[in-house]
């Protein structure tokens, strides 16, 4: 016999989600691969569905005392406390630098605020910005007008922020849900009737270490900050699975994925889109490792190993 062998193409896994087409559904979470450029010359972005900026309020943050970090076992505590360059460094530094150097990974912008009105004027400041294709916002962030009340802890408050970012932008956005939430399909239901079109699931879990080795002492300068990791995981899952089935919109699973068989656990419990945090900070190469596995997996069993297909649980 003679001739080559016939070029098999690789699995499609994109995903049509927001308005936009993902070449697949592995993103980078917020605050992990800061702007872009700092995580350029050790994870391909490009290979990637897409990435969540680092958080963006209205004026620069100098962020909370060092040490942000501590390691603790199987996950990890931060508080950096929402660093970011502000606004206008973002629109006129960092958002060129993500339109030059993306072929095809989308950007979803993080927006935080200590103010309603804060959250408002940066969707509103970068809602004309090409390449953002959508809003993700961080409303686990405390509302110095309710005496530092996280702004999805009432209902009343959130719906109030979704609305009127909602005025502000046709462009997507996705509210991103703390894992404290008494009723997080309630909190869920009252952003999509003020306007929502999606949620991450979920942010980080408030926690507290001593540092047994430093005279008992916080391990974190703030003394408390947020749990990441393996742990987030099954918390994720049920969220994830709340959300989805109560408003039918579209989720990003967030918190402990380090594997395909993590993200796979956030597709059969409906979401349309994974991110990935702590685990690339570990190691830059588990975003990438896992849409390979993702597309081995597709490759062998076919789209329906994916839980069904994805977003099937809603």
Known sequence: ?????PVVAPPD????VLGVRFQNPVLLAAGTAGFGSEVAGVIE??????????AVS???RAGNPSPRVAETRGAMLNSVGLANPGLEAVRRRHLPWLREHLARARVLVN???????DFVAVVAGLAEEPGVVAFELNVSCPNVERGGMEFGADDAVLADLVRRARAATARPLVVKLSPVLPDPARTAAAAAAAGADAFTAVNTLPALLYDEQEGGRPRLGHAWGGLSGPPLLPVGVRITQLVARETGKPVIGAGGVRSAADARQYFRAGASLVAVGTAALADPRVPERIVRELARTVARRGVAALGEHIGAGR
């Open 1 to 5: 016999m003679s001739g080559s062998l």
């Open 13 to 16: 896994l994109s995903v049509q």
């Open 58 to 60: 209205v004026e620069p």
């Open 45 to 54: 972005l490009d290979a990637l569905g897409g990435l969540v900026t680092k």
């Open 111 to 117: 927006v935080v605020g200590r103010t309603v009105d």
